[in-house]
C-alpha cells in the first residue's frame, strides 16, 4: 500500500525545536524527491522544504532554522525545526514526487505544528 505517515507535531514554545518524520511505504523512495508543506487554514499550502538525493532547498523563511534530511534505508524523510516562531504554527504535509512520472505526487495526513505567541 502507497502511504506517507507524517509524525512528530506538537506543541512547542517560541525558541523551542521539533522534528518531524514522514514514513513512506509503496514506493522506491530513494528516487522520489521528497517535500514538507505547511498549510495555515485559509491559506495556500507553501512549499518548506524539498530534497532530492543530498540536493535541498528551503523556502527563505525557514533557511537557517530547519534542516531537511532523509534515510534512504529507513523509506523516512525529516525536518528539524530549530528556533521555532509562531508564524511556523501550521499543519505539516509530507510530499512525495517521482521525477520520472508526471502526475505521481503523494502528499500525507499532515501533522499539526503550534507555536504560541
Known amino acids: 500500500q502507497v502511504q506517507l505517515v507524517e509524525s512528530g507535531g506538537g506543541v512547542v514554545e517560541p525558541g523551542g525545536s521539533l522534528r518531524l518524520s514522514c514514513a513512506a511505504a509503496?514506493?522506491?523512495?530513494?528516487?522520489?524527491?521528497m517535500g514538507w508543506y505547511r498549510q495555515v487554514a485559509g491559506h495556500p499550502r507553501e512549499l518548506v522544504a524539498t530534497?532530492?538525493?543530498?540536493?535541498?532547498q528551503y523556502t527563505d523563511s525557514v533557511k537557517g532554522r530547519f534542516t531537511i534530511s532523509r534515510d534512504n534505508a529507513k523509506n523516512t524523510v525529516y525536518l528539524q525545526m530549530n528556533n521555532l516562531k509562531p508564524e511556523d504554527t501550521a499543519v505539516y504535509y509530507c510530499?512525495?514526487?517521482?521525477?520520472?512520472?508526471?502526475?505521481?505526487?503523494?502528499w500525507g495526513r499532515g501533522t499539526q505544528v503550534t507555536v504560541p505567541s
Open positions: 510530499n512525495a514526487v517521482n521525477p520520472y512520472m508526471a502526475g505521481s505526487a503523494l
Open positions: 509503496g514506493i522506491i523512495f530513494r528516487i522520489y524527491t
Open positions: 530534497i532530492t538525493g543530498g540536493t535541498t
